[in-house]
């Protein structure tokens, strides 16, 4: 298989990526700064980098069996808190990340009428915890886009794939945009004492990619959230406007 994967140089996107190479496949791993483990530079906020990925692509392999749109940023906050900066910040790259991977890619995948596109969403684009309102919308929204791009492209022979974990242990906290400092606090001893890690997710990950699942939730924690929102809405509720009122004490204290 042939693979490009973004947000590779740390995190699940090294975890993905060594995933794929010891199973034998190749890897074009992307970063948006040079640095060991990455061969391609790729802010997937820019679009001239996305047509320098599309072009080192045809060049080296002719054609891409797998897009890993996994680069993304945390943040988020209250929305008396969170900015419209921070706003616009989180759904430029968590959102039009994945558009503009896509977007580049689609038309090649529907040249050789195969391919596989994995969307790396959150647990926070099913479930929408308090304080998050930013990035939940944006994770929400990456799932709602890798559902449609299923339906668009199916008659091609390409599928598409999210991905929807719960918090695993990650720099991606060392990313963390906002103002909302209570948030922030709140976000990252969830990932510090997450038992879970970005290999665990990775490894999650491509075995659903071979089940043929569009909606990837790979670990328990998350699974148990997701089945708790669908069988028993008023519980779920309740946890989470408890879980509102535990981060306005927090911020209070």
Same mark, same amino acid.
């Given at each position: 298989?042939?693979?490009?994967?973004?947000?590779?140089?740390?995190?699940?996107?090294?975890?993905?990526?060594?995933?794929?190479? &010891?199973?034998?496949?190749?890897?074009?791993?992307?970063?948006?700064?040079?640095? &060991?483990?990455?061969?391609?530079?790729?802010?997937?906020?820019?679009?001239?980098?996305?047509?320098?990925?599309? &072009?080192?692509?045809?060049?080296?392999?002719?054609?891409?069996?797998?897009?890993?749109?996994?680069?993304?940023?945390?943040?988020?906050?209250?929305?008396?808190?969170?900015?419209?900066?921070?706003?616009?910040?989180?759904?430029?790259?968590?959102?039009?990340?994945?558009?503009?991977?896509?977007?580049?890619?689609?038309?090649?995948?529907?040249?050789?009428?195969?391919?596989?596109?994995?969307?790396?969403?959150?647990?926070?684009?099913?479930?929408?915890?308090?304080?998050?309102?930013?990035?939940?919308?944006?994770?929400?929204?990456?799932?709602?886009?890798?559902?449609?791009?299923?339906?668009?492209?199916?008659?091609?022979?390409?599928?598409?794939?999210?991905?929807?974990?719960?918090?695993?242990?990650?720099?991606?906290?060392?990313?963390?945009?906002?103002?909302?400092?209570?948030?922030?606090?709140?976000?990252?001893?969830?990932? &510090?004492?997450?038992?879970?890690?970005?290999?665990?997710?990775?490894?999650?990950?491509?075995?659903?990619?071979?089940?043929?699942?569009?909606?990837?939730?790979?670990?328990?924690?998350?699974?148990?959230?997701?089945?708790?929102?669908?069988?028993?809405?008023?519980?779920?509720?309740?946890?989470?406007?408890?879980?509102?009122?535990?981060?306005?004490?927090?911020?209070?204290?």
């Amino acid at each position: 298989m042939r693979a490009l994967v973004t947000g590779a140089a740390s995190g699940l996107g090294a975890a993905l990526t060594r995933a794929l190479r &010891e199973r034998g496949d190749e890897v074009i791993a992307t970063d948006r700064t040079a640095g &060991e483990g990455v061969d391609l530079v790729l802010d997937i906020t820019s679009d001239a980098d996305w047509a320098g990925a599309e &072009e080192a692509v045809r060049r080296r392999w002719g054609g891409l069996d797998l897009l890993v749109n996994n680069a993304g940023i945390a943040g988020g906050g209250r929305i008396d808190v969170c900015t419209l900066e921070e706003w616009q910040r989180l759904t430029d790259v968590n959102l039009f990340g994945a558009v503009r991977g896509a977007r580049t890619f689609v038309p090649l995948l529907k040249e050789q009428r195969s391919g596989q596109i994995l969307n790396v969403a959150s647990l926070a684009g099913l479930v929408h915890p308090a304080g998050m309102a930013a990035y939940n919308a944006t994770k929400a929204a990456v799932v709602a886009l890798t559902e449609t791009l299923g339906h668009e492209l199916a008659s091609y022979g390409i599928t598409a794939h999210a991905l929807c974990p719960s918090y695993f242990r990650t720099n991606l906290v060392s990313s963390l945009e906002g103002s909302d400092e209570a948030v922030g606090r709140l976000i990252g001893a969830l990932v &510090e004492n997450s038992p879970v890690s970005a290999d665990d997710i990775a490894a999650a990950a491509l075995a659903g990619l071979e089940r043929g699942e569009e909606l990837i939730v790979p670990d328990e924690a998350a699974r148990a959230a997701w089945d708790l929102k669908r069988s028993d809405r008023a519980s779920y509720d309740a946890v989470m406007r408890a879980q509102a009122v535990k981060l306005e004490r927090s911020a209070e204290a």
